[in-house]
Nanobody, 132 residues
Framework: QVQLVESGGGSVQAGGSLTLSCTIS????????MAWFRQVPGEEREGVAS????????????VYADSVKGRFTVSKDNAKNTLYLQMNSLKVEDTAMYYC?????????????????????WGQGTQVTVSS
């Protein structure tokens, strides 16, 4: 049983910051990858950032979507089983439902780590709204 619970969403003005949290519980299942996705109604779910838990430096080797590079940063607290997404310099176009995702048991090439179909486990989402 794998459960993901996101928190930290909210409303912020453009240029502001938010930090999202995703706490994962996985009884015996080994999680190899964790990621953040986002979705706007009527559009495809978009990969934002992904970490490879098996990497020597998972955070340093994180993969980011071009649209958030330099503004968003992932981090992990292994003791709390929590993945974070620090979002700075937020733009109106960052408004979306943000989802945490997890995968394991299959190697995922870095070029596919932001592909929705590679992740089996999903949280319920947390809304981020950025106003101008």
């Amino acid at each position: 049983q794998v459960q993901l619970v996101e928190s930290g969403g909210g409303s912020v003005q453009a240029g502001g910051s938010l930090t999202l949290s995703c706490t994962i519980s996985a009884d015996t299942y080994k999680i190899d990858y964790m990621a953040w996705f986002r979705q706007v109604p009527g559009e495809e779910r978009e990969g934002v950032a992904s970490v490879d838990n098996a990497a020597v430096d998972p955070v340093g080797n994180a993969v980011y979507a071009d649209s958030v590079k330099g503004r968003f940063t992932v981090s992990k607290d292994n003791a709390k089983n929590t993945l974070y997404l620090q979002m700075n310099s937020l733009k109106v176009e960052d408004t979306a439902m943000y989802y945490c995702a997890a995968a394991g048991g299959e190697y995922i090439f870095s070029t596919r780590r932001l592909s929705r179909d590679k992740y089996k486990y999903w949280g319920q989402g947390t809304q981020v709204t950025v106003s101008s």
